[in-house]
C-alpha cells in the first residue's frame, strides 16, 4: 500500500509538472501495486487528465469511466468525462455527465457553462441559454458564460440582448480574443459594419492566424460591399487545402454572391468531412447545398439541405401551433373596441417568410418619404400584453401611442415607417384596434417556391417549421386561413403583392403600392441594389442585385424530391396581383 501511495503521488506530481509519460507510467504502476479503491479510483482520473493532454481522447474517455467504475461518486472524474464526450463530438453523452456533475455541485458554474457549450453544439440555443444564465447566476463575474450567452441568444434572432452580454463579458475580459470575436459577429449581424471591421482587426493584429476572426473580417467586408477585399483575408487559408470551417463558409458565401459556385463545392465537402459540431455541420451544409444550387446540381444540392436539416433536429408541434390559430381567431371576432389614433405612419408588411418581404421594404426604403425599420418586436410585444385582459379606449390610445414613440425617433420625418416582421401576421387583430388607418402590404409567393427556399436557408432557432417539409406544410397551411380570416374579418386596408408579378413588373406595382400609401412615385423604389441600407435579415446578399426574375418557379427543378411542398400550390388560385383590398372584404380603388 506504502509502495502504491508513493507511486500514485509521484505520477501526480509529474502530470501537474507536465511530464505526461512518466506520470503515465507512474500511475499505470499504482494501480497494478494495490486494489484499494481510494488509490485506483483517482489513479484512473488522473491517467484521463493526461490523456487528454497528449491528445488520446477516446482513451481518456475509458480512463474516466474506469476510474467512475470504482467510484461513482467522484464529480471530478464525472466532469472531466464530460468535456471529453464533448471532445469527441459525443455532446448528448456530454450533457447526461454535466447534468449530473450540476447537481451533485450545486454552486459549481463551469459546469453549467460547459453543458451550454454542448447544446450549442446541438443546436440548441435556447437550452444552452438557461445553461449559461446559470452559470452567471452562481459567478457573475464568469467572463466566458457571458460571452456564450450573447452568443445564444443571438441564434435566436435577438439583438439588444445579445449585444449587453458580449459589452458585460468584455468588462470582464477585455482581452479574451473569443469573446471580442463574437461581438465582432453581432455587429455584423446589426450592421454596425465598420465596428466589426474594427473589431476584427483589433484581434488579427494581435492573432494574426486566428481564423474565426479571419472569417469575420472577411464577411463585415463583403457585407460592406467589398468582397473582393474580404476574400483576400480569405484566401491563404483556402489555398491549404484545409480551411477552418468558418473561413469554408464566409469563402462560399462571397463566392455565391460573386456567381462563381464551382469552385467552393470542393472547398465544402472537405470541410464538412472535418466539422464535429452538429450545428457547425449544419452551416457547412447549408451553403454546400446552396451552391450546388448555383452551380445547376438540384439532386446533390437537395441531398445535401436534407442531411442538414436532419442533423439540426429541430422539433415544431404543428397541432399546437393550429391551436393557438383557432383561439386568434376566435380572440379576433371578439375585440369590438378601437384606438381613437388617427395615426397612419405604421405599415405593417407581412408574409412567410423568402416570400419578398425584404425585397418591398428595401424598395419602400428607397423613397424619401419612407424609412424601413426591419424586423421589429414591438407589435409582438403590445399585442400579447393585449391578451391578457379587455382594454378600453384609452388604455388602446396609450398603447399605440407606446408603439409610436418607439418608430417615431427611428425616422422623425418619415410619413411611413414599415415594419416587415413576418409573423406579425396573427397580430393583425391587435394592430386594427391601435391603428385603425395603419396599412398592411400582404406578401405572397408561390408556396412551393416558398416552401424550398426556407427548406435551404439556415433560419434562427425560432423558426423551428423551416427544415422538414410536413412542417412547412403544416405552418403554411394555418397561415393561409389567418390571413384568409383577416380579408374576411379584418379592419385594415391590405393590399396583397404577389412575389412573382412584382418582379415580371416592379414598376407598375411600384406605383401601386405607393398609391396604396398615397404617396407619389419616386424612381428610387425601382433599384433597390442601390440602397445603401444595411438588411439583417436572411435575403441580405439576395436584395444587393437588381431585381430579377430567376427565383421564380425555381421549385420544378426540385419536383422530384418535394412532392409535400407543390401539394401546397393545388387549389390557390394562381397569382394575378389584384387582391388589392380592405381587410373586411371591400374594394379598395387605388
Request: charged content about 20%.
Amino acid at each position: 500500500m506504502t509502495d502504491a501511495i508513493t507511486l500514485y503521488n509521484a505520477g501526480t506530481a509529474a502530470l501537474r509538472d507536465g511530464k505526461l509519460h512518466p506520470a503515465l507510467d507512474l500511475l499505470a504502476q499504482a494501480i497494478k501495486a494495490t486494489t484499494a479503491p481510494s488509490i485506483q479510483g483517482p489513479a484512473w482520473r488522473n491517467i484521463g487528465i493526461a490523456l487528454r493532454k497528449v491528445g488520446a481522447t477516446e482513451k481518456a474517455a475509458q480512463a474516466f469511466l474506469q476510474a467512475l467504475e470504482i467510484d461513482g461518486s467522484d464529480v471530478d472524474a464525472r466532469y472531466s468525462l464530460g468535456n471529453t464526450f464533448a471532445a469527441l463530438g459525443e455532446y448528448t453523452q456530454a450533457i447526461d455527465e454535466f447534468q449530473v456533475v450540476r447537481t451533485a455541485r450545486p454552486q459549481w458554474a463551469q459546469p453549467a457553462n460547459n453543458e451550454g457549450a454542448a447544446w450549442m453544439a446541438l443546436g440548441r440555443s435556447k437550452e444552452a441559454e438557461d445553461c449559461f444564465q446559470a452559470a452567471i447566476h452562481i459567478d457573475p463575474n464568469f467572463a466566458h458564460a457571458w460571452g456564450n450567452l450573447g452568443a445564444a441568444r443571438a441564434a435566436q434572432g435577438r439583438h439588444a440582448a445579445p449585444l449587453h452580454t458580449l459589452q458585460k463579458a468584455l468588462s470582464l475580459a477585455p482581452n479574451n480574443h473569443q469573446i471580442r470575436t463574437q461581438l465582432g459577429h453581432l455587429l455584423t449581424e446589426l450592421g454596425h459594419l465598420d465596428a466589426a471591421v474594427r473589431t476584427f482587426q483589433g484581434i488579427l493584429k494581435a492573432e494574426p492566424q486566428h481564423a474565426d476572426a479571419r472569417a469575420g473580417i472577411g464577411l463585415a467586408l463583403h457585407r460592406s460591399g467589398e468582397s473582393i477585399r474580404g476574400l483576400s483575408y480569405l484566401a491563404p487559408s483556402i489555398a491549404t487545402g484545409n480551411p477552418h470551417p468558418d473561413e469554408a463558409v464566409a469563402f462560399a458565401r462571397i463566392c455565391l454572391h460573386l456567381e462563381n459556385p464551382e469552385v467552393t463545392i470542393e472547398v465544402l465537402q472537405t470541410a464538412l468531412k472535418q466539422a464535429k459540431h452538429p450545428a457547425t455541420q449544419v452551416l457547412i451544409g447549408k451553403q454546400l447545398g446552396l451552391a450546388l444550387d448555383a452551380a445547376g446540381k438540384p439532386d446533390e444540392a437537395f441531398a445535401a439541405i436534407a442531411n442538414a436539416n436532419q442533423l439540426r433536429n429541430l422539433s415544431f408541434d404543428a397541432a399546437q401551433h393550429s391551436t393557438q390559430i383557432d383561439a386568434l381567431i376566435q380572440r379576433s371576432l371578439r375585440a369590438t373596441t378601437q384606438s381613437t389614433c388617427t395615426d397612419s405612419t405604421p405599415v405593417f408588411i407581412v408574409g412567410m417568410p423568402r416570400s419578398g418581404t425584404t425585397l418591398i421594404e428595401q424598395m419602400l426604403d428607397a423613397h424619401p418619404e419612407i424609412h424601413g425599420a426591419g424586423e421589429r418586436g414591438e407589435l409582438q410585444m403590445v399585442a400579447k400584453l393585449m391578451r391578457d385582459k379587455e382594454f378600453d379606449e384609452n388604455a388602446l390610445n396609450q398603447l399605440a401611442s407606446a408603439y409610436l414613440n418607439r418608430i417615431r425617433p427611428l425616422a422623425p420625418n418619415a410619413k411611413k415607417i414599415t415594419d416587415k416582421m413576418p409573423d406579425n401576421f396573427m397580430y393583425l387583430g391587435e394592430a386594427a384596434q391601435l391603428f385603425p388607418e395603419a396599412r398592411v402590404i400582404h406578401c405572397i409567393r408561390d408556396p412551393a417556391d416558398t416552401g424550398l427556399s426556407c427548406l435551404f436557408q439556415n433560419f434562427k432557432d425560432t423558426l423551428k417549421w423551416t427544415t422538414q417539409q410536413e412542417d412547412i406544410a403544416a405552418f403554411t397551411r394555418d397561415y393561409q386561413r389567418t390571413m384568409n380570416h383577416w380579408a374576411e374579418h379584418g379592419n385594415l386596408r391590405m393590399l396583397t403583392v404577389p412575389y412573382e408579378s412584382l418582379v415580371h413588373e416592379p414598376e407598375l406595382w411600384a406605383r401601386r403600392i405607393l398609391r396604396f400609401l398615397d404617396l407619389p412615385f419616386h424612381s428610387s423604389v425601382l433599384h433597390p441594389d442601390q440602397n445603401p441600407r444595411i438588411v439583417r435579415t436572411a435575403s441580405h446578399d439576395q436584395i444587393r442585385r437588381p431585381i430579377h426574375t430567376k427565383s421564380v418557379g425555381r421549385f420544378w427543378k426540385y419536383k422530384a424530391h418535394i412532392q409535400t411542398l407543390i401539394n401546397l400550390r393545388e387549389g390557390l388560385p394562381q397569382s394575378e396581383g389584384n387582391c388589392d383590398r380592405k381587410g373586411d372584404g371591400r374594394n379598395h380603388h387605388e
